[in-house]
């Protein structure tokens, strides 16, 4: 069974298609990345799968329940983190983490523990002021602290690492990571670095629509066109023809001894230009290869 | 039983408790004395006017009447004030997202707030009437303590239905303006159902307040009342069961 199960899910708001059909599987045990640009439709896909919103038609399972008919059992083993995660603000992140205890029944004995460890690793265990008090970075890592109090089998963050410092999001990228060692983490954002440093699948979404679902690998191998650049003793107008009519080929740039070739294929670019590099008889200066960013991807695939 | 916890703490950490016992305090101490004055301020006013008005002495009664008077008007637009935002503010600032996305069912977050704010204003009324009755024994040297008792818990039970309006309000609009003013129309509108027939006027809840009125002057008795409670508690489980059945079916 996988954690998530989302069929034909569709959020229409007046004559505003939201979400349009968004058919998505998300593996156990695994860190998935939910990009799109901003009003994609990642936030309305988030609030769908954890009830906040009905959709228009279309379901999701979640753990194996029906999102719609059985959301109750959902919520106990769930994790919830919005984009922006609002407490009230007279209590103490000490006092909300035990009132969200309280909502789960955690045991006493077994509370104490869990809340002090959330809050040295959010870095809230030495602060006593209210939650009022705090910036909106410190909110974050409360709202990620009070998802991760019942050890949830999946945890839902939108935009978990906006707000923070560059200390910060390294923090909880790298919470995020082991986390979902254990638990599926399923997340939305629009840092790019961010998904390239912890996911192992993505799914982008765009104006509504699901544009693509892989791991992150194959959508390198599959939207990415590596560039090499070479750099030669002489100058290599020979080995440029030869490569001209290389169908794997997609580009030839010659700047007097440096070639930049732009591959369909990464793999064959990387098997084949050795080998015709050392048929040309020229003396390699220096061989690069430059994989294009999930930005790059990114941008290619929004058509932005 | 975790969110009636909050509730509670909630307060009396942002003062709440305070400021509504603050408010019956006020009455309790305002009322007596304000009863047995006002003749001598009236005519001090009217001195050398030449007008002459004859003013009854003020009895225990003036004074509880004045003490219920402040009950069904600062009083009641204090519960609305302070009820409106109940699930409103909730929704509007966010704080409710993370709430009913976890194992809590959006019914006990109502009960809840009903339960926690009825106890307050319950509490805070039995203490505000406790003063009342001896600051108008000590000032009148009388006693009327039966009415006054039976009044008061019709009072409590009026207050419950206000409460119930403005929950209702609250909780099935997201603007705590918007839930403060729909409250004042239908309890309006509710205060004027007794003119329109008789029945109404024995039967509604409004008739809370006219009975109370006429017990104090034992115009009325207490089991006169027994109708207007009935239908006070049948108004006020209707308004919960319907604000909770709304609240599920919106998006939060």
């Known amino acids: 069974m996988d954690a998530i199960e989302i069929d034909g899910l569709t959020k229409k708001f007046g004559d505003v298609l939201a979400l349009d059909h968004l058919n998505l599987t998300v593996k156990k045990n695994s860190v998935f990345g939910f990009l799109g640009p901003n009003g994609a439709g990642k936030t309305t896909t988030l609030r769908l799968l954890v009830g906040l919103a009905k959709p228009t038609s279309?379901?999701?399972?979640?753990?194996?329940?029906?999102?719609?008919?059985?959301?109750?059992?959902?919520?106990?083993?769930?994790?919830?983190?919005?984009?922006?995660?609002?407490?009230?603000?007279?209590?103490?992140?000490?006092?909300?983490?035990?009132?969200?205890?309280?909502?789960?029944?955690?045991?006493?004995?077994?509370?104490?523990?869990?809340?002090?460890?959330?809050?040295?690793?959010?870095?809230?265990?030495?602060?006593?002021?209210?939650?009022?008090?705090?910036?909106?970075?410190?909110?974050?890592?409360?709202?990620?602290?009070?998802?991760?109090?019942?050890?949830?089998?999946?945890?839902?963050?939108?935009?978990?690492?906006?707000?923070?410092?560059?200390?910060?999001?390294?923090?909880?990228?790298?919470?995020?990571t082991s986390l979902g060692k254990e638990t599926t983490v399923f997340f939305s954002t629009h840092i790019l670095n961010d998904v390239e440093r912890i996911c192992d699948s993505v799914a982008i979404l765009h104006e509504g629509r699901l544009v693509t679902e892989e791991s992150l690998e194959s959508l390198k191998t599959k939207y990415s066109k590596p560039i090499f650049t070479?750099?030669?003793?002489?100058?290599?107008?020979?080995?440029?023809?030869?490569?001209?009519?290389?169908?794997?080929?997609?580009?030839?740039?010659?700047?007097?001894?440096?070639?930049?070739?732009?591959?369909?294929?990464?793999?064959?670019?990387?098997?084949?230009?050795?080998?015709?590099?050392?048929?040309?008889?020229?003396?390699?200066?220096?061989f690069q290869i430059e994989e294009p960013s999930l930005e790059d991807i990114f941008v290619k695939i929004v058509g932005g | 039983m975790s969110f009636l916890k909050k509730e509670f703490m909630g307060i009396?950490?942002?003062?709440?408790?305070?400021?509504?016992?603050?408010?019956?305090?006020?009455f309790a101490f305002m009322s007596p004395p304000v009863a047995k004055f006002a003749p001598e301020i009236v005519e001090s006013l009217l001195e050398g006017q030449g007008t002459a008005i004859s003013i009854p002495t003020p009895t225990i009664l003036d004074s509880f009447t004045q003490y219920f008077k402040?009950?069904?008007?600062?009083?009641?637009?204090?519960?609305?004030?302070?009820?409106?935002?109940?699930?409103?503010?909730?929704?509007?600032?966010?704080?409710?997202?993370?709430?009913?996305?976890?194992?809590?069912?959006?019914?006990?977050?109502?009960?809840?707030?009903?339960?926690?704010?009825?106890?307050?204003?319950?509490?805070?009324?039995?203490?505000?009437?406790?003063?009342?009755?001896?600051?108008?024994?000590?000032?009148?040297?009388?006693?009327?303590?039966?009415?006054?008792?039976?009044?008061?818990?019709?009072?409590?039970?009026?207050?419950?239905?206000?409460?119930?309006?403005?929950?209702?309000?609250?909780?099935?609009?997201?603007?705590?303006?918007?839930?403060?003013?729909?409250?004042?129309?239908?309890?309006?509108?509710?205060?004027?159902?007794?003119?329109?027939?008789?029945?109404?006027?024995?039967?509604?809840p409004a008739a809370l307040t006219s009975t109370a009125n006429n017990i104090l002057y034992k115009k009325a008795s207490f089991l006169d009342a027994t109708w207007p409670i009935i239908t006070s508690f049948i108004l006020i489980a209707a308004l919960l069961t319907l604000g909770i059945f709304i609240l599920n079916k919106q998006e939060i």
């Open chain 2, 70 to 204: 402040n009950l069904s008007q600062i009083g009641i637009l204090a519960v609305i004030l302070l009820s409106m935002g109940l699930v409103a503010d909730e929704r509007a600032k966010g704080t409710l997202q993370l709430v009913i996305t976890k194992p809590i069912s959006r019914a006990t977050v109502v009960l809840s707030k009903f339960l926690a704010h009825a106890s307050l204003f319950i509490v805070s009324m039995i203490i505000g009437a406790i003063i009342c009755y001896f600051y108008s024994i000590v000032i009148f040297e009388a006693e009327k303590l039966t009415e006054f008792i039976q009044v008061n818990f019709l009072f409590i039970i009026y207050y419950l239905v206000v409460l119930s309006i403005t929950l209702f309000f609250s909780a099935i609009l997201s603007n705590q303006i918007a839930a403060g003013g729909l409250s004042i129309v239908a309890l309006a509108s509710l205060s004027i159902l007794p003119s329109l027939n008789k029945i109404l006027a024995k039967y509604s």
């Open chain 1, 58 to 176: 279309g379901t999701a399972k979640i753990l194996g329940y029906n999102i719609k008919s059985q959301i109750n059992k959902i919520y106990p083993r769930i994790g919830f983190l919005p984009d922006i995660p609002v407490f009230y603000g007279w209590m103490t992140a000490k006092e909300y983490l035990n009132f969200v205890a309280d909502i789960f029944k955690i045991p006493h004995k077994k509370r104490e523990k869990k809340i002090d460890y959330l809050l040295e690793i959010t870095n809230l265990k030495e602060v006593k002021t209210k939650i009022k008090g705090y910036s909106r970075g410190m909110k974050k890592k409360l709202g990620i602290a009070q998802a991760l109090i019942n050890d949830p089998e999946v945890i839902f963050m939108d935009e978990p690492t906006s707000a923070l410092d560059p200390i910060g999001r390294k923090e909880i990228l790298e919470m995020m």
């Open chain 2, 12 to 26: 009396f950490k942002t003062y709440k408790a305070w400021v509504v016992i603050a408010i019956f305090l006020f």
């Open chain 1, 230 to 286: 070479l750099e030669f003793d002489d100058r290599p107008d020979k080995l440029t023809k030869i490569l001209k009519n290389m169908p794997w080929i997609e580009n030839i740039e010659q700047y007097n001894n440096a070639l930049k070739v732009t591959s369909k294929n990464l793999k064959m670019g990387q098997k084949e230009l050795p080998n015709l590099i050392a048929k040309s008889n020229l003396s390699l200066k220096s």
